[in-house]
């Protein structure tokens, strides 16, 4: 799980009358949501804030998927309570996303600081919310499933800065993991018109994004409808995306292996701007534990997958999600774990302890695993694919990488970029270069990014003799 503010946007004129502060937990699709929460707000006077002590609307987008996600949230309401009393009552408070979805009613119970709770499905209601709890605190919106009415409802216009973006382009899940809550808090698989997110992928690169990252629970789900009222596949999508002038880079995550199309497996030896770099998590290498998650798939498959992917793209890089101590995993179904993972050779990967969400099938399966065993697996898990991500960023050095330059760096003029694998690459004298793709040299490589220099030194306007507008 991460937690993530949202990005600031440069504002201009008066301070604002009114101030906004989202704390992000979990998957990049929540970050996305919050940043539409922004949007939405905005028409509203709210400006974002870094700083929660100044905020008047405290919004907190959480993530359910973990058992210590959810109770991350109920701490920080703790200290959101004291800050809300030492004001005088004068901050709003908002739970978003999946735990809100999955406990609202518990959430006002809790913590009577709260004055509103929306599910991940119903943010663009948030003005409205605002108005009536103005009145009678204690609403909760969000127990239906319908993203069609919140994606019609969203801003044209988003407040993105920077020279990459994220996009969702699907939601929901059929896919019933017997581990997994997202069929409960986000609903059944939808995808938005095939014209909707192009669209909105046109804006942000008027705006200057060079590069999009696709989101959705099961995002080679996609099934968008065209203008004929066909449906569209991700890999239709991805060659769409790749004629709008300025966007040279696209990614998309998460996938499912069942998902995993041979057009979309095409597409990646066809496009360039289609990144080397894919999330494919397969959870676990056993056949055993497989069944007993519901994944409808076996290793052999993603073995078979991998091997297709590589065909079509021989640099392709892969990362993974894995859980140990799944109920019922004995030490021959992690070793086959391990197995996969030295086969499949990871470039980066997530892994996590079991963790039981009620409602979830899982959570009542017998032979739960005990958590000191849980524990030394995950460690064991841990090394070898830390083994595998510092093998795989110092096989780097000496080569030729295309690096967009995201945001300046800690020291004098370094800038920070992302690799085609979507490593972060430290670059000196280069921060006249954000929002610019330029060729680097990969000096060597460090346990979670590497180190580069340019080929050729780039002018920036200070050596040319031009003025700077803040220099």
């Not at 440069?10 to 906004?20: F, I, M, N, Q, V």
């Not at 009222?229 to 996938?255: C, N, V």
């Amino acid at each position: 799980m991460t937690e993530t503010l949202v990005p600031q946007a440069a504002e201009a004129g008066p301070a604002p009358a009114k101030r906004l502060f989202i704390k992000t937990y979990g998957c990049q699709m929540n970050v996305y949501d919050s940043e539409r929460m922004a949007d939405v707000l905005r028409p509203l006077g709210y400006a974002t804030t870094e700083a929660v002590e100044d905020a008047d609307f405290v919004i907190l987008n959480t993530c359910h998927i973990r058992e210590k996600a959810a109770e991350k949230v109920y701490s920080e309401l703790g200290k959101m309570r004291e800050l809300k009393d030492a004001k005088d009552g004068a901050m709003t408070i908002a739970v978003a996303g999946c735990v809100a979805q999955a406990e609202g009613e518990e959430i006002m119970r809790r913590q009577p600081a709260v004055d509103l709770v929306v599910g991940p499905q119903a943010y663009h209601q948030l003005p409205e919310l605002l108005t009536r709890t103005a009145r009678a605190r204690g609403e909760r919106i969000g127990a239906d499933f319908a993203p069609v009415d919140k994606f019609d409802a969203l801003p044209a216009t988003r407040g993105t800065t920077g020279p990459t973006a994220f996009l969702t382009v699907q939601e929901g899940c059929d896919k019933f993991c017997t581990f997994c809550v997202v069929p409960y808090t986000r609903g059944a698989e939808w995808s938005r018109p095939l014209a909707a997110v192009l669209d909105e992928a046109r804006a942000l690169a008027d705006r200057g994004v060079r590069e999009v990252t696709l989101l959705g629970q099961n995002v080679n789900a996609y099934d968008g409808e065209r203008a004929d009222g066909k449906k569209a596949t991700l890999a239709e999508l991805a060659y769409a995306l790749a004629e709008i002038p300025g966007l040279d880079r696209i990614r998309y995550t998460t996938s499912h292996p069942n998902d995993m199309s041979d057009d979309l497996i095409a597409a990646h030896g066809d496009l360039d701007a289609l990144m080397p770099y894919l999330h494919l998590p397969v959870q676990s290498g056993s056949d055993r534990i497989l069944r007993l998650m519901n994944r409808k798939h076996g290793r052999q498959k993603y073995f078979d997958l991998i091997e297709r992917i590589r065909a079509a793209r021989p640099d392709m890089a892969m990362s993974g999600d894995f859980i140990v101590g799944f109920p019922g995993e004995t030490e021959r179904d992690f070793e086959d774990t391990l197995d996969l993972v030295r086969q499949v050779n990871y470039a980066s990967a997530f892994s996590f302890m079991y963790s039981p969400r009620p409602g979830t099938p899982a959570a009542g399966m017998g032979a739960q695993v005990a958590p000191e065993v849980s524990k030394d697996r995950l460690h064991r898990l841990q090394a070898l694919l830390l083994e595998q991500q510092v093998a795989f960023n110092a096989a780097q050095a000496g080569r030729t990488l295309n690096v967009l330059f995201e945001k300046k760096g800690r020291h004098g003029r370094q800038a920070i970029g992302r690799s085609p694998y979507l490593q972060s690459v430290h670059v000196d004298d280069a921060d006249h270069l954000i929002g610019k793709i330029v060729p680097v040299h990969i000096v060597s490589g460090q346990q979670n990014s590497l180190t580069g220099k340019l080929i050729a030194p780039v002018p920036s306007p200070r050596d040319l003799g031009v003025s700077v507008l803040g220099a």
